[in-house]
């Protein structure tokens, strides 16, 4: 596609409910990222992939955070009993490869009530 | 671990005006980023600097990468109000893993008609 894609734009989740984020890259961008955006702040970074292997994924805050790229294009963000803290922007970027530039979808909003 | 700071934190301007924004690492960046954020979007690249002493100019923007590479101002000559937003400054990260961006905390700016 011509940019990356996020899915849903917006999601309001009861606490203790799962959600699953999806993001669709560039195509033939090897590189995906994830980050987290609170209100007023600077996005953090979650994890990274390069085609399916998720090379780093110490950013993520507990073990209820898990992202997956199976076949190295679209991936989806999980999150297991969301908890009010979680409520963010959720950005995803893809890149051509390392060191290239990075290009971000529009982002999830995740609420969490 | 790198820290980027941003200040200001906020700025509220008139139309016209002019404006400079600062980030500042406590180490030396490996490619520095600016990006600019509007509201319910993602982050948009403006610019790559990785040369110190680096000057680039973008139609109304002019940024620059101080010599010793730790630090970088965003001048705007004469803003409009289509220069609201969150202004991000970013690195990018390589590690063991790969690479991840680091981002400031970013200036919210304001530009009043």
């Known amino acids: 596609g011509a940019g990356v894609s996020q899915s849903p734009r917006y999601k309001v989740a009861k606490r203790g409910q799962d959600v699953a984020l999806r993001c669709d890259p560039i195509s033939g961008h090897v590189s995906l990222f994830w980050y987290q955006q609170a209100l007023g702040q600077g996005p953090e970074f979650l994890t990274y992939f390069q085609n399916e292997a998720q090379l780093d994924k110490s950013g993520l805050p507990s073990d209820r955070f898990f992202a997956e790229r199976p076949e190295g294009s679209v991936s989806t963000l999980k999150i297991q009993r969301t908890q009010q803290e979680d409520s963010a922007v959720y950005l995803c970027?893809?890149?051509?490869?390392?060191?290239?530039?990075?290009?971000f979808g529009q982002g999830t909003r995740l609420t969490v009530v | 671990t790198q820290l980027l700071e941003q200040s200001p934190q906020f700025l509220s301007i008139q139309e016209g005006e002019n404006l400079t924004v600062y980030c500042n690492s406590s180490?030396?960046?490996?490619?520095l980023q600016w990006y600019r954020q509007e509201p319910g979007e993602g982050p948009v690249l403006l610019v790559t600097v990785v040369t110190g002493g680096e000057v680039k100019k973008l139609k109304r923007l002019t940024f620059q990468f101080g010599d010793a590479r730790k630090d970088s101002s965003l001048h705007i000559t004469a803003a409009q109000p289509g220069d609201t937003g969150l202004y991000l400054c970013?690195?990018?990260?390589?590690?063991?893993?790969?690479?991840?961006?680091?981002f400031g905390p970013g200036t919210r700016l304001s530009v009043l008609p």
């Open positions: 180490s030396v960046f490996s490619s």
């Open positions: 970013a690195d990018l990260n390589r590690d063991n893993y790969g690479q991840n961006f680091v």
């Open positions: 970027a893809s890149s051509l490869g390392q060191g290239r530039s990075a290009f």
